[in-house]
T-cell receptor
Framework: DTEVTQTPKHLVMGMTNKKSLKCEQH?????MYWYKQKAKKPPELMFV???????INESVPSRFSPECPNSSLLNLHLHALQPEDSALYLC????????????FGPGTRLTVT | AQSVTQLGSHVSVSEGALVLLRCNYS??????LFWYVQYPNQGLQLLLK??????LVKGINGFEAEFKKSETSFHLTKPSAHMSDAAEYFC??????????????FGTGTRLTIIP
């Protein structure tokens, strides 16, 4: 099984809402990632978790709050977002050792109104 | 820091023609290189990867790429284009961050259009 699942597929939220994005993998990967992708652009790394611990935060605003409850799950909590945060949010996972490919989920299309 | 450059943001080829998508990398150490494909409104799918085992790498859907150290290139090719190949293609290089984690740096992408 090489699948990464993400829910929801689409999300529309107001600037005062709180919502969460969820990601799950069952490949035994111990590294998990959140990316943000704007239209016609490559994915931009937001966060990296290694062994369920946050290891990279690419200077992401605090209105994005990641969480890794266990080795299979990754959440991204959203609060007080801005319209410019509208994008495709991608989750990925990989083994820890060097040169390992990342497997991506289908993404959550987020619209902030 | 390592980086990749994709020449040509848009490439159009006729159905049945050769597909050539260009990627050049910048790295001070032997790199790990990847090609990903993204279909509209979907995530990224791994096409192939180079990890120094062989310079010619075969991937899924008939794609292959050749690692040329002298040219610092990792171009993606397919002998005969199919309509289903229309998508966005990203070249990426893997690097170790300051914290010891591995991270991908993507090129700007090439949109491939297939002409019937």
């Amino acid at each position: 099984d090489t699948e990464v699942t993400q829910t929801p597929k689409h999300l529309v939220m107001g600037m005062t809402n709180k919502k969460s994005l969820k990601c799950e993998q069952h490949m035994g990967h111990r590294a998990m990632y959140w990316y943000k992708q704007k239209a016609k652009k490559p994915p931009e790394l937001m966060f990296v978790y290694s062994y369920e611990k946050l290891s990279i935060n690419e200077s992401v605003p605090s209105r994005f709050s990641p969480e890794c409850p266990n080795s299979s799950l990754l959440n991204l909590h959203l609060h007080a977002l801005q319209p410019e945060d509208s994008a495709l949010y991608l989750c990925a996972s990989s083994h820890i050792r060097g040169g390992r490919e990342q497997y991506f989920g289908p993404g959550t299309r987020l619209t902030v109104t | 820091a390592q980086s990749v450059t994709q020449l040509g943001s848009h490439v159009s080829v006729s159905e049945g023609a050769l597909v050539l998508l260009r990627c050049n990398y910048s790295s001070s150490v032997p790199p790990y290189l990847f090609w990903y494909v993204q279909y509209p409104n979907q995530g990224l799918q791994l096409l192939l990867k180079y990890t120094s085992a062989a310079t010619l790498v075969k991937g899924i859907n008939g794609f292959e790429a050749e690692f040329k150290k002298s040219e610092t290139s990792f171009h993606l090719t397919k002998p005969s284009a199919h309509m289903s190949d229309a998508a966005e293609y990203f070249c990426a290089v893997s690097e170790i961050s300051n914290f010891g984690n591995e991270k991908l740096t993507f090129g700007t992408g090439t949109r491939l259009t297939i002409i019937p």
